[in-house]
């Protein structure tokens, strides 16, 4: 679905007028929980960061920040619009959520560098292949957190209420082991997760996460022995 972020249909998915109740309070504490958990490392790769969302927080913290999108359009912008935060420590990259490994900046991570990586806003569910997503993230030497949604008939109901709001027309919801995925004609593909499908797959590229509901729709998955506070 990534593209989608290039024409302006995407942009309303990211435009607050949209937005339910629900999907409000995901967002607010999904902001709360991020800036709890990231003040112990020393770098933020933000996966499926837009124009760079969390950029000007991080920067804030004197944290190195990495931002990566697959929509070329949001990284532009993005660097235009924090032109003075740019150097060496903060960064918005195009790139592919699928192949972190072919990202010459996150070749030489160390359990040292203390670094962690964010999935905001269900970032994750939009993208294509998930597998080769966990097998990408599970490769490198970083925490991470995955914020998405549960697939309660209350999340599926929020989600709707937001595509349907956000101009999306003729949604097909259909469920699976994997999870819920909202369709449309208009080119929207996201997933939600079942708790049992995430567990196992990471678990199969060799990492333990945990799973922890936090507001009324959203999952917060991260690496098992992290701080998270929730």
Known sequence: MSSIYDNEIGNRLIDSKNYSRAISEFISLERQITCNGISEYSQVIEIGCMHGRLLQFVREQN??????????????????????????????????AECLADISELRFLTPEKRSIAIYPFNSFGNINNHLSAINSISRLNVDFIIFTYTCSELANKERALYYYGSGFTDLLISRSAKGVLFESPEGLSTYSFEESWIKDNFLKNGVKVSVTNFGQIGLAIYKSGMNVKL
């Open 63 to 96: 944290q190195r920040y990495l931002g990566i999108d697959y929509s070329k359009k949001q990284i532009d912008y993005g660097t235009r619009f924090f032109s003075n935060y740019m150097g060496s420590d903060c960064k918005l990259i195009h790139g592919n």
